[in-house]
């Protein structure tokens, strides 16, 4: 018998006992405007949450005695919820976008790639630069790391470079992050140029 309750308390995902599953004999009980009524036997509590129609719910269980609060549970349940979703509504997602360039890469490809790389950054995301060698380019790494040293010198208004070159493989990575207002006196002066 109760290695069935033993197991039926593992299996239980939300760790606040509410009711009956409260196993304390005392508790210091908290009214449902958050005052403090006193200590009261667990049965006694019980009832008085009972007059109210709302739940006793054990909301210290470590507490000497445990902390017990008349509530409607199901409300609060719900109300942590909604906190829940609009924390995650409002927290920011900052996305990494990937660029790839070759170490022997020519002018006009370069500023193209260059103009990807301003974008990305102007909407807020950080940005991996790879350089990808092939072959017998590996005996010149000294070349990818130009390409990265120029695009991080001609970038330098705009970004900081997060984490430096490094030589991972076959690849030289390095990662950019947007500097925080770097592109608001940008922004007005191309929207005057097109009026």
Do not use: W
């Amino acid at each position: 018998m109760s290695l069935k309750k033993e197991v039926g308390t593992i299996a239980k995902s939300d760790a606040t006992r509410i009711n009956g599953e409260i196993t304390a004999t005392t508790c210091r009980l908290i009214g449902v405007d958050g005052s403090q009524l006193g200590l009261f036997g667990i049965r006694d509590a019980q009832r008085v949450a009972d007059e109210q129609g709302l739940d006793l719910v054990e909301i210290a269980p470590n507490a000497e005695p445990p902390v017990c609060r008349v509530m409607d549970y199901g409300k609060f349940k719900y109300q942590q919820a909604m906190k829940a979703k609009q924390a995650r509504k409002n927290q920011s997602r900052v996305e990494v976008k990937e660029m790839k360039f070759r170490p022997k890469i020519d002018v006009g490809d370069y500023e193209t790639k260059k103009g990807h790389v301003m974008r990305f950054l102007k909407k807020g995301a950080r940005v991996k630069v790879t350089i990808m060698f092939r072959g017998r380019e590996m005996a010149h790494p000294e070349q990818g790391l130009n390409v990265l040293e120029r695009l991080a010198a001609d970038l330098k208004p705009y970004a900081t470079v997060e984490s430096a070159p490094k030589l991972e493989g076959r690849n030289m990575l390095m990662l950019l992050a947007p500097i925080k207002g770097a592109f608001d006196n940008v922004d007005g002066g191309e929207d005057a140029a097109k009026k």
